[in-house]
T-cell receptor
């Protein structure tokens, strides 16, 4: 157990639908990152939140949105789903803060496998 | 912008043989470099990282990597492969510092270990 919890583990839904993926970071970690992993695109960075605020954005579609709540858990919302959105969605957390000299790397959750049919 | 290139999407070695997985990076600032391993149906697990200091870093499961600035490389090695090393390995570079240090991943190398 990495300490990062993602739910649900599997999700099957139809095209056009909306889903919410949930992530609880490791205790003490302030940053949450969302990644999409697919066979053709590899690991793509979607978005980062740090202590409740959006900090960096990657190749995230406008149909996708995320937020981080006061208790630091995060949700990734995917709407108007298309077949091509089928992928593994990973959440990672990091104990980053004001120490700019050290990067601790990420701790990953086990992912949510989304299948759009 | 930072980027990572992993040479060889598939590598196959015999059990007991040397493992060498190649990673080259591009970065305009001193990089932080990472290797992650992903076992089937699992998340990514940190193997090792280079931030500052000693350029040869040791990680878990007997893996190590050497940061070579002149070659912009961070290759992963293990002297003797074990069947349990079969997995996908990702090299990553940290873009930025502090609170905005998102990781940019390579495309991964799938390691097969033959008995």
């Amino acid at each position: 157990d990495s300490g990062v919890t993602q739910t649900p583990k599997h999700l099957i839904t139809a095209t056009g639908q909306r889903v919410t993926l949930r992530c609880s970071p490791r205790s003490g970690d302030l940053s949450v990152y969302w990644y999409q992993q697919s066979l053709d695109q590899g690991l793509q960075f979607l978005i980062q939140y740090y202590n409740g605020e959006e900090r960096a954005k990657g190749n995230i579609l406008e149909r996708f949105s995320a937020q981080q709540f006061p208790d630091l858990h995060s949700e990734l919302n995917l709407s108007s789903l298309e077949l091509g959105d089928s992928a593994l969605y990973f959440c990672a957390s990091s104990r980053t803060g004001t120490d700019f000299k050290v990067s601790y790397g990420y701790t990953f959750g086990s992912g949510t496998r989304l299948t759009v049919v | 912008a930072q980027s990572v290139t992993q040479l060889g999407s598939h590598v196959s070695v015999s059990e007991g043989a040397l493992v060498l997985l190649r990673c080259n990076y591009s970065s305009s600032v001193p990089p932080y470099l990472f290797w992650y391993v992903q076992y089937p149906n699992q998340g990514l697990q940190l193997l090792l990282k280079y931030t500052t200091g000693a350029t040869l870093v040791k990680g878990i499961n007997g893996f190590e990597a050497e940061f070579k600035k002149s070659e912009t490389s961070f290759h992963l090695t293990k002297p003797s492969a074990h069947m349990s090393d079969a997995a996908e390995y990702f090299c990553a570079v940290s873009e930025g510092r502090g609170a905005t240090n998102k990781l940019i991943f390579g495309t991964g190398t799938l390691l097969a270990v033959q008995p």
